[in-house]
């Protein structure tokens, strides 16, 4: 093999073994300041976006020991890896999709698994985690304030009934 193309495929190798997950996307027709634009919101995310060969990426999958989806890394195909949260990296693209309706998913790789597209734009669409955490303590504290209210209409009851008495 050139050594010039197993130092591209050691780097693409080296990328998705540090990523958690793998999101391959459809660039057709998307112009360089628009790319700017979705590699700046990926980002934001903790995220990158990279263009190689199709044949570089699928070499460099293999080599991870990764699922083969050699039959979507056909045409124009960007990359999208990142070190931690898989859904700010899908909700980047969701809102570049739905403003610019260029790009699309193909398929991703979750922790080891493959997502077909509507599964990973699904996750796109997830609020943030934050909004996530309070909606959970929103759950948590109402259960505890119906509790609390339970128990203090049988403490108001058990009083009026101690009154009359």
Known sequence: MN???RIIID??????NASPFVIVIDYTGISVPEFTGLRAALAEGGASCHV???NFMRSALAEAGLPDIGEHLQGQTAFVTGMTDVCS???AINTFAKSS?????K???LDGAVLAASEIQAIGD????EVLLAKLLGTINGAGAALARVIQAYVDKSKASAEEA
């Open 101 to 105: 309706k260029k790009a699309s998913y």
């Open 52 to 54: 190689a060969k199709n």
């Open 11 to 16: 780097g693409l190798l080296e990328r998705v």
């Open 3 to 5: 050594p010039d193309k």
């Open 107 to 109: 398929v991703a790789i």
């Open 126 to 129: 997830l609020p943030s985690r």
């Open 89 to 91: 990296a899908a909700r």
